[in-house]
């Protein structure tokens, strides 16, 4: 069982990695889809919140599909499809071709976010550790490696589908392969797994699906609230830090690139080392922390005299948001043991609903005030996480009577200790 836990953890790690390179081959090509396409500055917020919205979708179906269908199985065959909508992207010239391609994307990307997840809080439960800030941590690795892709691409002026090809060549079979040793959360523990529906037989682990509707919306709020505010400050980064820094900040246009690639490289650092500091002082230390430094640097960015010390603000950003997403993702396997695959579909629709929040809230705070005064709106909402913090720990107080619980998978077989 540990070399199959080892496969598993191998693969869906590289699954992760895929993602991340696919999604930034994606999103740092935008202006080159633009041109393809001849998609206006008007028309263009439409195609690129579709993507989202869609993905929010696919998250909402996925949380119906686990009833019968295993994650590992939504994500063997989700992973190729979200590969080749992105070549889809660059082989079109029609705005419908656009549409159909970005369409697919939206919602397989919405599915394969989810059940990637799932597997990983499955496995991290498995495992007893945390294990789930290391997935992420090759999430961004893939987002370096395609954002360096792309900017290869730019530089050797290469059309979209000449620059996708080779890496859906690499990809597509390498993934197929991989898939082949994901673990599902029943097979992982040993706990017997119904064939048909991939669902544990467990009787004890199946109660919390009996818990109501508005009980599970109640308790996953919180966390829904923190994916949110987390996802908000991120898009914050991704959108604007460029044009803060040279717009506000007086850079050059070659250093206004700068501030994107070091917030990435930096919440790859923060989550390659995360996982240990999780283990040592616990999930809702990591979160007051990373909440916290998140905060200070977009206080750093907002009152910063010059570029360099804006970088230095981002360098922080990247620090201190990297351990949020994967750790909210944790909290709720933990929260609905017997229920964590519908838990992490429903709150993986709110990664995309701060995506959707983020960018325009920045934008229009900046040119009805100034983009100095809205760098301070993500950081009060990123400080929000603080109150939200104890939704992290390992046993929360679900009953809301001031007495902690066991959680009704470990009712008599002891604790992981997660």
């Known amino acids: ?5 080892r496969r598993g953890r191998a693969s869906l790690a590289f699954s992760f990695f895929a993602q991340g390179a696919t999604f930034a081959l994606l999103v740092t090509r935008i202006p080159a889809i633009q041109d393809r396409y001849g998609v206006s500055d008007a028309l263009l917020p439409a195609f690129l919140a ?31 499809v979200v590969l080749l909508a992105l070549l889809g992207v660059g082989s079109g010239d029609r705005l419908v071709e656009l549409a159909l391609a970005l369409g697919a994307f939206g919602l397989a990307v919405g599915a394969l976010d989810a059940s990637m997840n799932m597997l990983g809080v499955s496995l991290q439960r498995t495992y007893g550790r945390s294990i789930m800030l290391g997935f992420h941590a090759t999430y961004s690795l893939g987002g370096i490696v395609g954002a360096s892709l792309a900017w290869v691409g730019a530089h050797w002026h290469l059309s979209l589908f000449v620059s996708y090809l080779p890496v859906v060549l690499v990809l597509l079979p390498a993934a ?40 599970v919306f109640r308790l996953l709020l919180p966390l829904c609230l923190v994916m949110t505010f987390a996802y908000i400050g991120d898009s914050t980064v991704s959108n604007w830090s460029a044009k803060y820094l040279q717009d506000v900040l007086g850079s050059s246009e070659q250093l206004a690139t700068v501030p994107y690639n070091v917030y990435m490289v930096m919440t790859l650092v923060g989550r390659a080392v995360g996982d240990f500091g999780v283990r040592r002082f616990g999930a809702v230390a990591v979160v007051r922390l990373g909440a916290v430094v998140a905060a200070l640097g977009f206080a750093v960015v907002a009152v910063a005299p010059g570029a360099w ?19 909210t993702f944790a909290a709720a396997g933990r929260l609905f043991p017997g ?11 709110f990664n995309y609903v701060g995506f959707l929040i983020g960018s325009p809230l920045v934008g229009a705070l900046g040119d009805a005030w100034n983009y100095r005064g809205a760098m301070l709106v993500p950081m009060v909402l990123v400080l929000a996480t603080l109150g939200y913090a104890r939704s992290f720990a390992p046993e929360p107080d679900r009953y809301g009577d001031g007495h ?8 008599g077989r002891g604790s992981n200790g997660l």
């Not at 619980?405 to 009712?411: L, Q």
């Open 1 to 5: 069982m540990t070399d199959v836990l």
């Open 50 to 80: 579709a993507v989202p919205i869609l993905a929010g979708v696919g998250s909402v179906t996925t949380e119906q599909l686990v009833k019968r269908i295993r994650p590992s199985r939504l994500l063997r065959w989700s992973q190729p």
């Open 176 to 215: 197929f392969v991989g898939s082949r040793w994901y673990v599902d959360g029943g097979a992982a523990s040993g706990v017997e797994v119904d064939a048909d529906t991939g669902g544990n037989v467990d009787a004890e682990a199946g109660k919390g699906q009996g818990e109501s509707g508005a009980l």
């Open 339 to 349: 229920a964590s695959d519908a838990a992490i579909a429903r709150l993986n629709i």
């Open 404 to 411: 902690e619980r066991p959680r009704t998978a470990d009712v």
């Open 309 to 327: 010390v804006g970088m230095l603000g981002f360098t922080l950003l990247g620090l201190g948001l990297c351990v949020l997403v994967p750790q």
